[in-house]
Structures are given as C-alpha cells and as structure tokens.
C-alpha cells in the first residue's frame, strides 16, 4: 500500500518570502500522480499543483514549484513571495496511474502561516 | 467553485442516529469518491463509484453505506452513529474515474454527533 507522510505539521514564513512544504511517500508502483492540495479555512479542497511521475521536470504554476525526487521519493512544494492568502493547511497526495485504484491518499498536512 | 455540490453544508445529530449526505457530482462526471477528514484519522478515502457501480472501496465502516443513482448523483448513509464519527465529508467526482482524470471536490458536508 501507498504512503503518505509529512513530518512537519506546521510551519510560518514572513510575507513575500520563500518557503518549503516537505513531503515524503512510498509506492511499489513506477508510474504515480503526487498532488499538493490546500486547505483554507474554508475547508475547501483547493489543487494547487500536480506531478506526474514519468515527467522529469518539475512542475510549475505561478508562485509554486515543486522539487520531484523519484529515487529518493521526496516532493516537495516551495511557494515563492508568500502572500497573507497562502495561510492555509497543506496536503501532500498520492495517487495511482492504475485505472483501477484511482484513489487518492493524502498525507496529515501541514498548517501554514504567513506573518505580515 | 468546483460544480460539485454537497448537501447538507453541516448536520448535527445524536448519537445512535442516521443521516444521508447527498452529493451532486460536475456536470459529466461518472464517477463520485467520499473521502472524511477527522482529526484522529486525518483525510481517507471510503468508497468510490463509477456509473452506479461500486469500483473501489476503502477504510468504510459497515456502518456506512453508500450508493450512486441513474442520474449519477450519490448518498452516503451513516447509521448508528457513534461520537468518533464526527468528520468532514467529502465528495470529489471525475469523468471516467480512472488514475489520470482529476478529481474536483465539493465543499463538504460538516457532521457533528452528540
């Protein structure tokens, strides 16, 4: 079975500037989907960015990046010129290419703050 | 806002009891997921559907029960309800439900057990 697993369960960063959300997981599978999802207070369920493991380059979207180390299955999210609305609660997320295990497992999250 | 709709936004309740948790999944979609979020268990998956068909299944209790209709919309029931079941539940939907769609998720059914 695929694992999940954040050890930082909450971390702050000074508006504007950078930091990273660690996450580390285990599969026995070659081909995988790795997600980072947000969490406001809202509850809302927000993707923010996504990987697909058989691409090498690490993807981006705006302010947020991923660094995606197959070998050592580590994914990590570095969000850049932190903002008051990045606070939130952050999941890492696993999920199968395997069209008949299409769930997704998350790890237990990390609570962000931004200090202005 | 994601289309994907979840009534009631929260549900207080006894101990004992049972609810339905609906869930109206975006517009073409077949398949429905129902995930919880709770404080001990952090967020899992329960059970997955795909065109009225049960595809997946999860940590579910026996308890919990769930079903997706014709038209594609689907209900949890949670029976006998018990104080650890107080969650957040979740409901995500994807076109084909296979491991590349992505899922979008509605915004929650809040449960709170007395």
């Known amino acids: 079975a695929q694992t999940v697993t954040q050890s930082q369960p909450e971390m702050s960063v000074q508006e504007a500037e950078t930091v990273t959300l660690s996450c580390t997981y285990d599969t026995s599978e070659s081909d995988y989907y790795l997600f980072w999802y947000k969490q406001p207070p809202s509850r809302q369920m927000i993707l923010v960015i996504r990987?697909?493991?058989?691409?090498?380059q690490n993807a981006t979207e705006n302010r947020f990046s991923v660094n995606f180390q197959k070998a050592a299955k580590s994914f990590s999210l570095k969000i850049s010129d932190s903002q008051l609305g990045d606070a939130a609660m952050y999941f890492c997320?696993?999920?199968?290419?395997?069209?008949?295990?299409?769930?997704?497992?998350f790890g237990k999250g990390i609570t962000l703050s931004v200090r202005p | 806002d994601s289309g994907v709709t979840q009534t009631p936004k929260h549900l207080i309740t006894a101990t004992g009891q049972r609810v339905t948790l609906r869930c109206s999944p975006r517009?073409?979609?077949?398949?429905v997921y129902w995930y919880q979020q709770s404080l001990d268990q952090g967020l899992q998956f329960l059970i997955q559907?795909?065109?009225?068909?049960?595809?997946a299944k999860g940590n579910i209790l026996e308890r919990f029960s769930a079903q997706q209709f014709p038209d594609l919309h689907s209900e949890l029931n949670l029976s006998s309800l018990e104080l650890g079941d107080s969650a957040l539940y979740f409901c995500?939907?994807?076109?084909?439900?296979?491991?590349?769609?992505?899922?979008?998720f509605g915004p929650g059914t809040r449960l709170t057990v007395t």
């Open positions: 995500a939907s994807s076109i084909t439900g296979t491991g590349g769609d992505e899922q979008y």
């Open positions: 559907y795909y065109n009225g068909e049960e595809r």
């Open positions: 517009s073409g979609d077949l398949s």
């Open positions: 997320a696993y999920r199968s290419v395997n069209g008949a295990n299409s769930k997704l497992t």
């Open positions: 990987q697909e493991a058989y691409k090498q």
